[in-house]
């Protein structure tokens, strides 16, 4: 169940409306539905927004966080349905912004001292097995969170490939 806003549009049709997931999706499909287009298409898109359910929507969601997808209409021209997580980011940009390094003070001198990453939600330091991990420079704190996002990215991959 896809637990944050949607946002949708339709260009041309429908400028970006955020509501629930459910309601944003019955919105989208009140507007698909309305567009001239042909009845293989029309299908895929009910199946799709007018279900009643997010299901299919999260698994094409689950990558990267949007999904376009192209309509040809009965004059030949094209419009994009697009639909994407409430915040528009992606899973990587996600995990990117959840992190930031953060100098440490030594303890009992009041002084600089190592590096450690801090996860914005939870607001602790980046911890394995208790303890805090530490870097001696900033750019290894920040190597650290560059490997998280890439492994947002290659968890995306797999599973859109259907082998996680």
Do not use: C, K
Request: aromatic letters at 6%; zero cysteines.
């Amino acid at each position: 169940m896809i637990e944050s806003d949607l946002t949708v549009a339709v260009d041309g049709h429908l400028n970006a409306v955020t509501a629930p997931a459910l309601q944003a999706l019955e919105i989208l499909w009140q507007t698909v539905r309305d567009l001239p287009i042909g009845e293989y298409q029309l299908g895929a898109m009910e199946r799709l927004l007018g279900s009643g359910t997010t299901s299919d929507m999260e698994r094409l969601l689950f990558g990267g966080g949007q999904v376009d997808f192209p309509l040809v209409l009965a004059d030949g021209a094209g419009v994009i349905v697009r639909v994407w997580r409430g915040d528009g980011l992606t899973a990587s940009q996600r995990i990117a912004a959840r992190y930031v390094p953060e100098q440490v003070q030594a303890p009992g001198r009041g002084v600089p001292g190592l590096w450690a990453v801090r996860d914005t939600q939870s607001g602790e330091f980046v911890s394995e097995e208790g303890q805090v991990v530490h870097f001696a420079i900033e750019d290894s704190a920040r190597g650290w969170i560059g490997r998280q996002v890439n492994l947002a990215g290659y968890r995306s991959t797999r599973h859109l490939a259907g082998t996680e």
